[in-house]
């Protein structure tokens, strides 16, 4: 962010909410000012505030904090403008049937993966939550889909940060990544193999809006002894014919 007229401080703020994830629901003041590099009193003010108004609340047997209430209330005034939901729901409930596997839709916000719905099959419980979380564009089928039809400056802009190894499968090199890229172009669908997550493979397909730019995708995702070459195709044909008449329509 460097804009004119950016507030410093609500940034910091925003900075503070941002560190609460999924893995972390609950984090303590020395927490989060280790993870931002900020004064741990000027981190107490910001939760302090916070908590007054409602955003976060506090645990008294672990003094630490969580997000409040408030912001579920903001979130399900997003999620209820979100027709890009509605209308990809039923098509992932054939995918996740067709394929056994779950059927997760990610957009593209801010050069990262946000999880905003999933389905899974009906032989199967659902076992994890990640609805809400982000992750890198470079390291998830979902991702790398998307990071392979992004415009140029904006590859150039992923590929020249840091990439964190999340696995011994994850591609940090940008010349390596960048060959990968090629291929999903040409392929059309963006294999993740175990680069995340150990011992989880997945298969995305990207759609896109009115303008040709790359929106989002739509992934299956399992156990990765269940992804050999011959799953990875059909499970690629599968998300493919299912988003035909929703591809553009953004």
């Known amino acids: 962010?460097?804009?004119?007229?950016?507030?410093?401080?609500?940034?910091?703020?925003?900075?503070?909410?941002?560190?609460?994830?999924?893995?972390?629901?609950?984090?303590?003041?020395?927490?989060?000012?280790?993870?931002?590099?900020?004064?741990?009193?000027?981190?107490f003010n910001i939760l302090s505030t916070f908590q007054e108004t409602g955003y976060l609340?506090?645990?008294?047997?672990?003094?630490k904090y969580q997000l409040g209430y408030k912001l579920l209330h903001l979130g399900y005034i997003v999620s209820s403008?979100?027709?890009?939901?509605?209308?990809?729901?039923?098509?992932?409930?054939?995918?996740?049937?067709?394929?056994?596997?779950?059927?997760?839709?990610?957009?593209?916000?801010?050069?990262?993966?946000?999880?905003?719905?999933?389905?899974?099959?009906s032989t199967q419980i659902q076992s994890r939550n990640i609805l809400g979380e982000r992750a890198p564009l470079y390291c998830t089928g979902l991702g790398k889909?998307?990071?392979?039809?992004?415009?140029?400056?904006?590859?150039?802009?992923?590929?020249?940060?840091?990439?964190q190894s999340f696995t011994k499968c994850t591609i940090t090199d940008p010349d390596v990544l960048r060959n990968e890229l090629e291929e999903i172009r040409r392929n059309g669908y963006a294999v993740d193999n175990m680069e995340h997550e150990f011992g989880i493979r997945c298969v995305a397909v990207p759609f896109f809006g009115l303008d040709g730019k790359v929106l989002g995708?739509?992934?299956?995702?399992?156990?990765?002894?269940?992804?050999?070459?011959?799953?990875?195709?059909?499970?690629?044909?599968?998300?493919?014919?299912?988003?035909?008449?929703?591809?553009n329509c953004y």
Do not use: W
């Open 145 to 163: 889909c998307m990071l392979a039809n992004l415009e140029e400056e904006q590859i150039r802009e992923v590929l020249s940060r840091p990439m």
């Open 217 to 247: 995708a739509v992934s299956v995702s399992g156990p990765s002894p269940r992804f050999d070459p011959p799953a990875i195709i059909r499970n690629a044909s599968i998300i493919t014919e299912h988003l035909r008449g929703l591809q």
């Open 57 to 63: 609340t506090k645990n008294a047997a672990t003094n």
């Open 81 to 121: 403008r979100m027709s890009i939901r509605q209308d990809f729901l039923p098509r992932m409930k054939e995918i996740a049937n067709l394929s056994g596997e779950v059927c997760y839709l990610g957009l593209l916000d801010d050069l990262e993966v946000l999880y905003v719905e999933a389905v899974y099959p």
């Open 1 to 43: 962010m460097n804009g004119d007229n950016t507030v410093k401080s609500l940034v910091r703020a925003l900075q503070v909410l941002e560190c609460f994830s999924q893995k972390e629901p609950e984090l303590g003041v020395t927490e989060i000012a280790r993870k931002l590099g900020m004064q741990k009193s000027t981190i």
